[in-house]
């Protein structure tokens, strides 16, 4: 006889409607409630300055700091000394990453390229980088190039590893599926091993933005001429506090506004793993 | 013995799709195959079955040109689509450019849309893998190798991570596809039931060689109370060591 040795019928198909009935919480209320503890900091910020707690020759108050923002914005110093900073972190981040990528994609991809430079960029790594700039001082003088390299060495070290660990961690059996379609050893880079390590190479742009604004905040105090830390230098010279928290608030700005772009662009090109991390 | 020649009339086994002969496969010290000749002739279905470890899915990678370290011949003739037990979709692609992947000649997007309507999956080209429910997937993974238009297509336990119920209507979708298609297939598979149900020829792995080939004459459709099909099913399960009721183990 023929007895079934299958297993009792298990429900059809699991439907991803379990997902959809999960309430959701409405963004609105929370998105407010989380700007309560920003704006409370910096109205008692300007509260503590305006009762004569907080001394201006220390920490200016935001209204002094909007001003002087202001000020610096409508006589055009402070687009000149933004132009050249954003001129230096993008070259330098233009240098860092291409090098960055290209390494990373070399020893990712290739046994060879993996031999010669792992190794070498692996040690390199645990130099740290801000530590170089008397070297680099000897190196390539105290002019453009010096803030450039800080912040392409910033940049590299990021988008290599996270290249390389993108293309390392790529599901082999996907590589097998494409090839069993037919795709070459090209095709198959370009359809499957990119795609693929492209999540964690947004990480490593990300991380590589940071490096590069923390790399440009140094750079441009050893003896520039412009930029934003120029500003901030020269200010500290005269005590013109209210100059100096500007700097920091443009460079934490520069940063937010670089990050948020990312993250755009990242959910753009990823849109794939949405349904990903849902189920 | 009589079954073998039985098979090599009702399937063209004079004109085969794939050859294999001495198939050596050894992991370190350890032999997984032994020594493996196989034919699969034009159009014919052919499961192989086996214990874990028997070497079942290293034989079909062998055969799909995904392993390099076996030595012996291989040849097929045609083109080869292959189906593994996890569907293997890029998840960064939509369903429609999973199926177009590598995909040349006239009409890709035609072809396409005809592969997954033909796995009844007409609507859902525009979503992601992720989207999919594992049953979902699988299709459009066999729609993926269907499209090719495969002179043999090579499936690893393809419908072993399926419900109970999604692989009846897998097995259902597969033997449809299969006499409007005629492509021959390799069909690895540890079900003993889905072997009758779907292969005109059953092999037995065991100690990296095939110890069994038998013809399987029923016919189609097949199901499970077919007079007949209780015999060959104790038959390949006594071959497969299994006990075929509960009181001989």
Redesign the interface.
């Known amino acids: 006889m023929t007895a079934d040795v299958r297993a009792p019928a298990l429900p059809a198909e699991r439907t991803r409607s379990a997902r959809g009935d999960r309430p959701r919480r409405s963004p609105g209320p929370r998105r407010w409630r989380r700007a309560v503890t920003p704006v409370l900091i910096v109205v008692l910020w300007e509260g503590a300055a305006r009762l004569g707690i907080l001394p201006p020759e220390k920490l200016s108050p935001p209204s002094d700091v909007l001003s002087v923002g202001l000020r610096l914005t409508l006589d055009g110093t402070l687009g000149l000394h933004l132009l050249h900073s954003l001129l230096r972190a993008f070259v330098g981040l233009a240098v860092g990453g291409v090098l960055g990528l290209a390494l990373g994609a070399l020893a990712g991809l290739i046994r060879l390229g993996d031999d010669l430079v792992d190794p070498t960029v692996q040690m390199a790594r645990m130099l740290p980088h801000l530590g170089l700039v008397p070297l680099l001082l000897i190196w390539v003088g105290i002019g453009e190039p010096l803030k450039i390299s800080l912040v392409a060495l910033g940049a590299f070290f990021p988008i290599y590893l996270n290249t390389y660990t993108g293309i390392r961690g790529i599901d082999e059996r996907l590589v097998e599926a494409a090839r069993t379609c037919g795709l070459s050893a090209a095709a198959r880079v370009r359809h499957v091993v990119l795609p693929g390590a492209l999540p964690s190479l947004f990480l490593g742009v990300r991380l590589a933005f940071g490096a590069g604004w923390l790399s440009l905040v140094v750079g441009e105090q050893v003896n520039a001429e412009t930029g934003i830390g120029f500003l901030m230098m020269e200010a500290r010279d005269f005590s013109q506090t209210d100059v100096v928290v500007l700097g920091l608030l443009i460079y934490a700005l520069l940063g937010m506004l670089s990050d948020f772009g990312l993250r755009v662009a990242e959910r753009r090109a990823l849109a794939w793993r949405q349904g990903l991390q849902a189920s | 013995m009589a079954a073998r020649a039985a098979g090599e009339l009702t399937t063209g086994l004079a004109d085969p799709v794939v050859t294999a002969t001495r198939i050596l496969r050894a992991f370190g010290d350890q032999t997984v195959l032994d020594g493996v000749d196989l034919r699969i002739g034009r159009g014919e279905v052919v499961a192989l079955l086996g214990g874990s470890g028997s070497g079942k899915s290293t034989l079909l990678r062998i055969l ?3 392993d390099s370290g076996a030595t012996g011949e291989v040849s097929t003739r045609g083109r ?3 189906v ?1 037990q ?1 569907h ?7 369903v429609t450019d999973n199926i177009a ?3 040349r000649g006239s009409d890709v997007p035609g072809r396409t849309a005809a592969a997954l309507a033909e796995v009844g999956l007409a609507d859902r080209g525009r979503a ?4 999919l ?4 997937a699988q299709r459009v993974a066999l729609a ?1 190798a269907l499209v ?1 238009e495969p002179d043999i297509l090579l499936l690893d336990e393809p419908f072993a991570a399926l ?4 692989r009846l209507r897998m097995q259902a979708l597969f033997g449809r596809l299969r006499a409007e298609h005629g492509f021959a297939a390799l069909l690895v598979t540890h079900d003993v ?1 889905e072997a009758l149900l779907l292969a005109d020829r059953t092999l037995v792995l065991e100690d990296g060689r095939i110890v069994e080939d038998t013809a399987v004459t029923l016919p189609h459709p097949r199901a ?2 077919h007079p007949g ?2 015999d060959l ?2 038959n390949l399960l006594t071959r497969l060591r299994v006990p075929t ?1 509960p009181d001989e183990s």
Request: hydrophobic share 40%.
């Open positions: 799909a040109g995904l080869t689509g292959v593994f996890e293997r979709l890029l998840p960064w692609k939509r992947l590598g995909l992601w893998p992720a989207e429910s594992g049953g979902q993926r090719r419900d109970a119920l999604n039931d499970a109370d099909f209780g099913r104790r009721s």
